[in-house]
């Protein structure tokens, strides 16, 4: 059984900082019926507030996956049908990862899950990943082929990114966050969500889709390479892919060449601003702006 969870953040002289532990630690026998209630009350009012928001591979791969409000998950049930179907595991961890063994796991088709849910205050916003978030908002599409080989290869080009050196990193994180956390995908009956940052959130939820002060953008991996993004508010700025397949043909190719030019042309003063809409971009909707904050993209 593992101890209760202790330090979340340590106080450093650069400011409080995240504890990164690389164990793997085991799902706990059962949690406290608060813990279940939290995650029922959070999968009822998400899916509730997804069907026709979120795109059908998320939902169905949802349903197919066995998840209910009724009980948090056993990861050992989930790693049977994903191992029957794109040969993924789920391992239990504290919290955020190292780098490198984050990549690690992601090139071995295994995705780290925080072992723990949030607190019931914490309902509505939580800055860092919790089981909620993990598995409901990313597990799901690791059912799929396409964005199952997608999340693979992104660990294989971490692993390549780390060894080149840390702008390079930049890069490929920057991809991360707008894709596989707040990616949105066109289809026939609209823009819907795909990202897991999205999902696991009510407020954004509505606000990437709905509201007027986004923009939506058509994804462009150079272009999202160099954008800023936000840690501590909703997104300024949203990518739109036509599809699975587009996004794992875009990125297939060597990033190294990409990550030299981009690296030879651009300092730090040069990456986009999140909220900024380009000459060049594909526009779906170009953002009000409204209740933006002035500063703070990371
Ligand atoms: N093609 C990328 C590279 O060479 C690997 C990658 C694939 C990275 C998909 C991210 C997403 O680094
Ligand atoms: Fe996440």
Avoid at 122 to 151: K, R, S, T, W
Wanted: hydrophobic letters at 35%; aromatic letters at 12%.
């Amino acid at each position: 059984m593992n101890e209760p969870r202790r330090v979340e953040r340590q106080q450093t002289d650069k400011g409080y900082v995240p504890v990164y532990t690389t164990a793997i630690i085991e799902q706990p026998a059962d949690y406290p019926a608060a813990d279940h209630d939290t995650w029922g009350k959070l999968y009822e009012r998400q899916r509730e507030l997804l069907v026709g928001r979120a795109s059908d591979e998320f939902l169905q791969a949802q349903d197919a996956m066995g998840m209910s409000p009724d009980r948090i998950p056993r990861f050992s049930e989930l790693n049977e049908i994903l191992g029957r179907t794109t040969g993924w595991t789920i391992i239990g961890v504290e919290g955020l990862l190292p780098e490198l063994d984050f990549f690690e796991h992601l090139a071995n088709r295994r995705f780290p899950v925080s072992w723990w849910i949030r607190r019931p205050d914490q309902i509505d916003y939580i800055a860092e990943p919790d089981l909620f978030h993990d598995l409901f908002g990313h597990v799901p599409l690791l059912m799929n082929p396409v964005f199952a080989d997608y999340m693979q290869a992104y660990g294989a080009g971490g692993v390549k990114a780390h060894a080149i050196d840390p702008q390079a990193l930049v890069h490929l994180t920057r991809l991360y966050w707008y894709t596989v956390e707040f990616g949105l995908i066109n289809t026939p009956q609209g823009l819907r969500i795909y990202g897991a940052g999205i999902v696991s959130s009510k407020g954004e939820s509505l606000y990437s889709l709905e509201d007027d002060a986004p923009n939506r953008i058509g994804f462009d991996l150079e272009r999202i390479m160099r954008t800023r993004y936000r840690i501590d508010t909703y997104q300024k700025t949203y990518f739109v892919i036509d599809s699975f397949e587009q996004l794992m043909q875009s990125t297939a190719p060597d990033f190294t060449p990409i990550y030299a030019r981009l690296h030879a042309r651009l300092h730090a003063q040069d990456a986009i601003p999140a909220g900024e809409v380009q000459g060049t971009d594909h526009v779906f909707h170009r953002g009000s702006g409204e209740g933006w904050a002035t500063d703070g993209d990371v």
